[in-house]
């Protein structure tokens, strides 16, 4: 059974900055590509970025220029760094794997 966990999220001010991380346990191979979403309260789940297993990254436009997304080193995990966060940034952040798993969510709130 394969799991995706997310964890980093947390309350930031505009203009800061926060990671979040998701693990993926169970799969005994590599996902070829994972994704970040976001869903803000009484919005649908918007696509954010994705990375390939090459290291090949797409971006919303939204967040293109100010978020990063990677892969660790193990397998299966995939980082969301988000730099110059706005207010309107704030949602719940769901791991990914097109088609297949999605993550549990993990929450972001930018408010001063």
């Known amino acids: 059974q394969v799991q995706l966990v997310e964890s980093g999220g947390g309350l930031v001010q505009p203009g800061g900055s926060l990671r979040v991380s998701c693990a993926a346990s169970?799969?005994?191979?590599?996902?070829?590509?994972m994704a970040w979403y976001r869903q803000a309260p009484g919005n649908s789940r918007e696509f954010v970025a994705s990375?390939?297993?090459?290291?090949?990254?797409n971006y919303a436009d939204s967040v293109q220029g100010r978020f990063i997304i990677s892969r660790g080193n193990a397998r299966n995990t995939v980082y969301l760094q988000m730099n110059s966060l706005k207010p309107e940034d704030t949602a719940v952040y769901y791991c990914?794997?097109?088609?297949?798993?999605w993550g549990q969510g993990t929450q972001v709130t930018v408010s001063s």
């Open positions: 990375i390939t297993r090459f290291g090949a990254t």
């Open positions: 169970g799969s005994a191979i590599s996902f070829n590509v």
């Open positions: 990914n794997v097109p088609s297949l798993f």
